[in-house]
């Protein structure tokens, strides 16, 4: 992989969503850092930050990260809804979106744009 390599078009998408959602991430987690919810927001927010860096700049480790950020938030999704059956409305299209989103890094030639 080049230096100069432009990311693909789906993985700036991916970069900058990383970004944006990272914000509300930490801007949720600071605003109410009262228990461990907020505190993982404000985690989890710095990471996909770092992911959406990695991703614009095609970076090795940002696959690794990204995937995992999407993974942990379709799991934290997935329990939410197993421990409160009445919100799966809320966070069916989250989830959907989490996992257009695997079923895309995953794809051999995005997988590629890493190596």
Known sequence: MSTTEAAPLGV???????????????????????GSYQLGALIIGIFQIIAGYGLWTLKSWAWYLAAFVTLLGLVINILIVLSEFALWQTYLLTMLIRVVILAYLFRSSVKAKFR
């Open 12 to 34: 700036s998408l991916l970069a900058i969503l990383n970004v944006i959602v990272g914000i509300f991430g930490i801007l949720s987690g600071e605003l109410t850092i009262v």
